[in-house]
């Protein structure tokens, strides 16, 4: 059966501890996984521009022995010139996996619907999994020898705050939420991380006090205030999120 990404919630504590681990391996000897996708292709679908995103899934795909072919918004005009469905089933003809960037979330639920090869969601305007399984790795290989760690996230309550509220939960790691009233995470991600996180012994705390969120905390993480697709926003967004800067007052 085929597994995609859509959600670090499709991925168990086991799972996400065994990523972790491979990934230890990696970097420590690249050399030795060089060829393990060898005539494998991924499928970048692009309809938001990225720096990172893109960069990573090319050369993280170059380096393990395998190929990635870069679809942005005028090859496809995904759901547009073709519809979801048969671009989906067009790319599991050619590829092993597809990496869609996306603005709605239903359209990352839809090609996994529709595909015969794995799909990862890159990102979407609810979740952005991969980022968040990287930056708790990051944290968990960084500060390992903590017991129990508290993240503190400061900003928007957007797609990164869900995905990281996700991960967060699932490997038992305290996270406090200050946001501007209105910009809360989303209600359900929340309601499903307070559920994983009390079968963790876990705490997920909410404010509007950045101030109160970053005591005591080991991480201290925060986000643009404007994503893309939201540039109309930036002028308010810049008066509301004013507060919620990490600066040298906040550390």
């Known amino acids: 059966m085929k597994k995609d990404f859509i959600s670090i919630k499709d991925l168990t504590l086991q799972e996400i501890e065994d990523i972790f681990a491979l990934t230890d391996k990696v970097k420590r000897n690249k050399a ?12 970048l679908i692009f309809q938001k521009p990225s720096n990172r995103t893109r ?4 050369v993280g795909m170059f380096q393990l022995g395998g190929y990635s072919i870069y679809l942005g918004p005028d090859e496809i005009n995904l759901g547009v010139r073709e519809s979801i469905k048969d671009v989906a089933k067009t790319l599991s003809r050619y590829i092993d996996g597809i990496v869609l960037r996306t603005f709605e979330h239903k359209n990352v639920l839809e090609l996994a619907k529709y ?5 990862i969601n890159g990102l979407s ?31 928007d309550g957007n797609n990164v705050c869900n995905s990281l509220l996700h ?18 995470p989303d ?21 509007t006090n950045p101030f109160e969120a970053v ?23 810049k008066k509301i999120f004013k507060e919620f800067q990490v ?5």
């Open 215 to 237: 005591r005591e905390a080991d991480i201290i993480y925060t986000d643009v205030w404007a994503s893309m697709g939201q540039e109309k926003e930036a002028k308010i967004r």
């Open 167 to 184: 991960a967060c939960a699932i490997v038992g790691i305290n996270m406090n939420v200050a946001t501007p009233k209105g910009y809360e």
């Open 125 to 155: 305007d609810l979740l952005h999994p991969c980022q968040a399984l990287s930056d708790v790795y990051t944290i968990v290989e960084k500060l390992k020898d903590k017991k129990r760690l508290t993240l503190a996230f400061i900003g």
């Open 187 to 207: 209600k359900l991600v929340l309601k499903e991380s307070w559920a994983l996180a009390k079968s963790k012994n876990a705490s997920i705390k909410l404010s």
């Open 55 to 58: 960069v990573s899934f090319e």
């Open 115 to 119: 595909s015969d090869k794995p799909v």
């Open 32 to 43: 030795e996984f060089s060829s393990v996708l060898s005539a494998k292709t991924l499928a």
């Open 247 to 251: 600066n040298k007052d906040l550390i």
